[in-house]
């Protein structure tokens, strides 16, 4: 059974970092691409970051670019996104996905729980 | 930035409508398109991908179509586990941007 597990949310002050991790099991995490996506209280969903499956390629959104950095250890099974100079409008929840490639076109398969990330003073 | 739009924003429906939920996208996709549900506190689940194809496990009385520009999203039979959130989502270029959803209540 493919699991995705956040952690690491918590309340932060603005300006301050957190680490996020994503813990997967239940298929062969190297072989995937995994993506970061947020929903803010009450709103809706927000591509945050993209990163190939050998790290090769990242993608992210220009309201966090310079700022989030995403990566992976394939060994520990883990995908991470670095937030720093964190702002009042990064509050939200924020999933993994994993991206799942079929006939040259890709989808966001499956998904995990979901941390809280609340910036505020 | 690829924009796209979902109509309408908020819809009432009873057990065994049929409804329909529509996407355009501000330029073409071709079939870069998918549907996702989502519940309240929980996490998105997917329903359509590549426009049409259903996802394992998700019933039929889900289907997807369209192309290009405009996407439908059909459930032929409403169940009441059916009430939620739906988004779409491009996946032709980044950033891959989701519809603003269409919250799906009950009549």
């Known amino acids: 059974e493919v699991q995705l597990v956040e952690s690491g949310g918590g309340l932060v002050q603005p300006g301050g970092s957190l680490r996020l991790s994503c813990a997967a099991s239940g298929f062969v995490f190297s072989g995937y691409s995994m993506n970061w996506v947020r929903q803010a209280p009450g709103k809706g969903l927000e591509w945050v970051s993209y990163i190939s499956s050998s790290s090769s390629t990242i993608y992210y959104a220009d309201s966090v670019k310079g700022r989030f950095t995403i990566s992976r250890d394939n060994a520990k099974n883990s995908l991470y996104l670095q937030m720093n100079s964190l702002r009042a409008d990064d509050t939200a929840v924020y999933y993994c996905?994993?991206?799942?490639?079929?006939?040259?076109?890709?989808?966001?398969?499956?998904w995990g729980q979901g941390t809280l990330v609340t910036v505020s003073s | 930035d690829i924009q796209m739009t979902q109509s309408p924003s908020s819809l009432s429906a009873s057990v065994g409508d049929r409804v329909t939920i529509t996407c355009r996208a501000s330029?073409?996709?071709?079939?870069?398109l998918s549907w996702y549900q989502q519940k309240p506190g929980k996490a998105p689940k997917l329903l359509i991908y590549t426009a049409s194809n259903l996802q394992s496990g998700v019933p039929s009385r889900f289907s997807g179509s369209g192309s290009g520009t405009d996407f439908t999203l059909t459930i032929s039979s409403l169940q009441p586990e059916d009430f939620a959130t739906y988004y779409c989502q491009q996946s032709y270029s980044t950033p891959y941007t989701f519809g603003q959803g269409t919250k799906l209540e009950i009549k």
């Open positions: 330029q073409s996709i071709s079939g870069h």
């Open positions: 996905a994993r991206a799942y490639f079929w006939s040259g076109r890709t989808t966001f398969d499956y």
